[in-house]
C-alpha cells in the first residue's frame, strides 16, 4: 500500500512568476502565429482545389459559393480548435500567474536511475504529477529509495519548478 500523497501551497518566489510570465507571453504569441497561419490556410486551400478542379476540367471550377462554404468551414474548425486549445492550456498559466501560488508535494522515491550515456541522474517518484526527476549527482547518491522528497509545481498548469 503506497502511501497518501500530501500536498500544500505556497507563494510563487519572483523568478517563477516572471518564468510564468515570459512562458505565457511566448505561447500567447505563438497561438496568434498559428491561428493567423491558419487563417491564411483556410483561404488557400479552397482556392488551390478550384485550381486542382479547374485541371481536371470541371466545369465551373471557381465558383464563388464553393470557395466561401469551403473557406468558411475551415476557418470555423480552425477557430473553434486554436480557442480550445488556449482554454485548455494557456488559460491555466494565466490562472497560475493570478493567483501567485505553487504546490509543494511530498513525494518518495520509487527508484533511482543513473544514465551513463547523458551522465545525468533520475528518480521516479510516487507523484501523479511527474514520474521522474533528474536530480544532481550529491541528491543521487544522499536520497536512497522510499525516501521522501519534495516536488515544486504551479497549481493550476502543473508546470514543473523544482525538487527539494
Known amino acids: 500500500m503506497t502511501p497518501e500523497v500530501q500536498r500544500y501551497m505556497e507563494p510563487l518566489a519572483t523568478d517563477e512568476l516572471s518564468f510564468l510570465q515570459r512562458k505565457e507571453s511566448k505561447e500567447r504569441s505563438q497561438y496568434y502565429k498559428t491561428f493567423r497561419m491558419l487563417m491564411i490556410m ?3 486551400i479552397p482556392f488551390a482545389g478550384a ?3 479547374a485541371s481536371d476540367g470541371a466545369p ?3 465558383s464563388v459559393p464553393k470557395f466561401y462554404v469551403a473557406a468558411g468551414v475551415l476557418l470555423s474548425i480552425s477557430s473553434i ?3 480550445l486549445t488556449y482554454r ?5 498559466i494565466q490562472w497560475d ?6 504546490t509543494i508535494e511530498i513525494s518518495h522515491v520509487t527508484r533511482k536511475l543513473y544514465l551513463g550515456v547523458k551522465n545525468t541522474y533520475y528518480f521516479y517518484i510516487d507523484s501523479r504529477i511527474k514520474l521522474s526527476i533528474e536530480v544532481s549527482e550529491a541528491d543521487y ?6 525516501d521522501e522528497v519534495c516536488i515544486e509545481y504551479t ?3 502543473k508546470n514543473y519548478l523544482g525538487y527539494f
Request: hydrophobic residues 30%; charged residues 30%.
Open 97 to 102: 500567474i493570478r493567483d501567485r501560488t505553487k
Open 88 to 92: 485548455i492550456n494557456l488559460r491555466k
Open 141 to 146: 547518491y544522499r536520497i536512497n529509495e522510499g
Open 42 to 44: 483556410s483561404f488557400i
Open 81 to 83: 480548435s486554436t480557442y
Open 155 to 157: 497549481t493550476h498548469s
Open 51 to 53: 485550381w486542382y478542379r
Open 60 to 62: 465551373n471550377a471557381f
